[in-house]
């Protein structure tokens, strides 16, 4: 049956999950089996983000090395952050310095920037991430649990009104102590080194902290009951199987994860560290004082005792910030006078821009600032708006869609077939019902390169290019000009450039194709439903008639980004011609076989080889045929460049200088028998990939001499305008991935800018 397949998997996944419950010395052993299972909370926060691998990105036009675990890979990337990579990297370059011990105990990790830039997803991600890793082997989580039954006149361990009714009633720490804190402090300190000598790792477990409040009473009542017994060993008696023992824990929220949330109340105490349960203390005698054991541990340092807290929208708190001072180097707070406890946690606070101005509040005083000091403990990382095209693109799906799987394209041809993608959804209809509609191809891109565009600092963009040509070159690293092939590295951007501070929020891009996909378009045709169709200028027009009414803009900035839309609108309506081109011209490219005929005649020509024909003999590199090939599909040369069939000297350079790259003649002077043209990566031949099956509408022009793009919207039966029409609007269904509806609105607006210059 169904059901018992998915509770025996269930069942499988808890299996592996946890472990029996063990003793101390039990414990110790696996500890000296797998040192790392005893981190400290620092080091097990690193050890989980690396644990995840690395993967290379390309942001601001560099290639990065990112962190998987900061794509949310045990949720299929449902709390993904995107982008923001060098923060992040700064982050765990954070983690790794204070797990360490080197210099950065006594700071407070800082995250700041703007609203919608990923901060609360990177506080998800880190549960998420956190709690998995805990399910595994290698990162199990251990802390232990009392009972004190056996023991004489025993007032039990407990969290009710009750008192335990045998020996099997078992009582976990509340704040998740670590084990080891069991031992007296020179014991630890001696084991803690022995399990260092068999780390294999360049970060030493660091174990600074004590047996927590709870734990301590249960520890002492039992020491004091045995010492009165005579026993000898007592630590022996207290650690008992039969009165502590050892278990491991998911981590989560409240287990060993403590967040404060923006709407979080109570005294200081309350929110730091929990509270007083008062009928508890009548109830538990503790020889005239205050019982640990009626402490509730609610507290956002109580529940993330052990490895993270985090103070969410941390304006709302800034009172407990100078609280929080002296809690990473000092590892201590305390639950009431004369009562402490040990704190083992990785401190991180989030906080939108408000934040900075309060600490601010006093700067002009310099010296007598009375929040110098917490300034000086804050630590910060700045997040800012995404300024790569394909992840703002991939940001807005998931805004709008179940979409969550982090983009991992292996090349900037992957992403740019994503970009461009269509979009379709089901919306409700008052009148209707559930209504389909579509942001066609290039809408969702339009929406976001508009995005990027409004970040990025425009002062350092060179004469020659323009913002979208540095949004490109953000999120590609080249841009490609005819033959050439321009990196990042060409260009010369200023290091103190402001790119992603400020801009279009994604929210507001989001709340405006909402609205698109509510409200059918004022248009109309007699056989496609063109009116469930959102064009890029659909969007783009939506997008600069809201600027002046949303309150997240000044009126300085709506006007800025209105000013912005336009290099936006042309680019989009070049992607969308080149995809009319292309779909008119569908039947004219050139084969990917007769491609690289052409390139491995080239590279045996070049290297003075001959390579093998159909029949398996080998043959000299056919002059004619790299002749035909350069005048007939690259259009780069005529019959008067030849001798004959022999290339002059333009032709020789443009083979030798354009065809082969230094890294495809390595290849090719390296290939064993598999080898393939095929093989060699097609950006390294950028004129390759530039102008094969790329046509312009001069090739249009000769190719299709009746068309007439005036005719277009309407063409005459039996014409040649509606035959290549009829055989377009089919290419860009069949290939592009536009709708029938889509594919009409989209070449009518093409053939409308083309029309004017046609003659």
């Excluded at 059918?520 to 063109?530: I, K, S, W, Y």
């Amino acid at each position: 049956m169904l059901g018992d397949e998915y509770v025996s998997a269930a069942d499988r996944a808890l299996e592996s999950t946890y472990q029996e419950p063990t003793s101390l010395a039990e414990y110790v052993e696996e500890l000296f089996a797998e040192p790392a299972r005893g981190a400290h909370a620092s080091k097990y926060l690193l050890s989980a983000i690396e644990a995840a691998g690395t993967r290379t990105v390309v942001e601001e036009g560099e290639e990065k090395e990112r962190y998987r675990f900061f794509d949310d890979p045990a949720n299929d990337g449902e709390h993904a952050v995107l982008g923001n990579t060098d923060v992040l990297n700064g982050f765990v370059d954070d983690l790794r310095s204070i797990a360490a011990g080197r210099g950065k105990e006594e700071k407070i990790v800082w995250l700041a920037g703007p609203t919608a830039t990923g901060k609360s997803e990177l506080k998800r991600c880190l549960v998420n991430g956190l709690r998995e890793y805990s399910k595994t082997p290698a990162g199990r989580r251990y802390t232990v649990e009392w009972n004190v039954a056996g023991a004489e006149d025993s007032p039990g361990l407990t969290y009710a009104d009750r008192s335990p009714p045998d020996e099997d009633d078992w009582y976990e720490s509340p704040v998740q102590t670590h084990p080891l804190t069991v031992f007296p402090p020179e014991v630890r300190a001696d084991l803690v080194d022995a399990l260092n000598e068999r780390l294999d790792d360049h970060i030493p477990i660091r174990l600074e902290t004590d047996l927590d409040p709870f734990s301590r009473e249960a520890y002492d009542y039992l020491e004091e009951q045995y010492r009165r017994k005579g026993r000898e060993d007592l630590f022996s008696a207290v650690t008992d199987p039969k009165h502590l023992r050892v278990k491991n824990f998911v981590v989560d929220v409240g287990q060993g994860i403590g967040i404060l949330h923006s709407e979080d109340d109570g005294t200081p105490k309350e929110r730091l560290v929990g509270s007083w349960m008062t009928g508890m203390l009548r109830e538990l005698d503790s020889r005239g004082r205050k019982n640990p054991q009626a402490f509730s541990y609610d507290g956002v340092l109580s529940q993330g005792n052990g490895l993270l807290t985090v103070v969410e929208d941390a304006a709302q708190h800034a009172d407990l910030l100078q609280k929080l001072l002296n809690v990473p180097d000092e590892g201590r707070v305390k639950l009431d006078k004369g009562i402490g406890m040990a704190v083992d946690t990785q401190l991180l606070i989030i906080s939108n821009p408000d934040l900075e101005h309060r600490l601010d509040k006093h700067a002009e005083r310099e010296g007598s600032d009375p929040l110098k000091a917490l300034k000086r403990r804050l630590d910060r990382r700045t997040f800012t708006y995404l300024t790569n095209l394909s992840l703002e693109t991939q940001l807005l799906r998931r805004e709008l869609t179940n979409e969550t799987a982090v983009w991992d394209g292996d090349s900037w041809g992957a992403l740019e077939e994503r970009i461009r993608e269509p979009l379709s959804l089901e919306v409700r209809d008052g009148e209707a019902g559930v209504v389909g509609r579509e942001l066609a191809p290039h809408a969702v891109e339009a929406a976001a390169l508009y995005d990027v565009v409004t970040r990025l600092d425009a002062s350092d963009v060179p004469r020659e290019l323009d913002l979208v040509d540095k949004a490109l070159l953000f999120d590609r690293g080249y841009l490609q000009e005819g033959d050439e092939r321009l990196a990042v590295e060409d260009f010369e951007f200023d290091d103190e450039a402001v790119d992603g501070a400020h801009g279009i929020p994604v929210t507001y891009t989001r709340d405006v194709l909402a609205d698109l996909l509510q409200e059918p378009a004022d248009r109309f045709h007699e056989d496609l439903p063109v009116e469930d169709v959102i064009t890029p200028q659909d969007v783009l027009d939506a997008m600069v008639a809201n600027l002046g009414d949303a309150p997240v803009f000044s009126n300085t900035e709506a006007a800025e980004f209105g000013d912005r839309v336009d290099v936006v609108r042309e680019h989009v309506l070049d992607r969308q011609e080149a995809d009319v081109i292309d779909a008119v011209m569908a039947e004219k490219r050139v084969d990917e076989e007769t491609v690289e005929a052409y390139v491995e005649h080239v590279y045996a020509w070049d290297a003075g080889e001959t390579l093998a024909n159909e029949r398996g003999e080998q043959v000299e590199p056919d002059p004619l045929k790299m002749k035909v090939f350069e005048i007939e599909h690259l259009g780069r040369f005529d019959a008067g460049d030849y001798e004959g069939n022999d290339p002059t000297e333009p032709v020789v350079d443009f083979r030798t200088e354009k065809v082969i790259t230094a890294l495809n003649r390595h290849a090719w002077t390296h290939r064993d028998e598999e080898f393939r043209v095929a093989d060699v990566d097609p950006s390294s031949i950028p004129v390759i990939e530039a102008v094969l099956g790329t046509h312009d509408w001069d090739a249009v022009r000769r190719t299709f001499e009746d068309l007439d793009p005036r005719q277009w919207a309407n063409p005459p039966d039996g014409t040649e305008t509606a035959q290549v029409k009829a055989d377009a609007i089919g290419v860009m269904q069949d290939r592009m991935g536009y709708s029938e509806a889509a594919a009409e609105l989209t070449s009518r607006h093409v053939m409308e800018r083309v029309s004017d210059e046609w003659d």
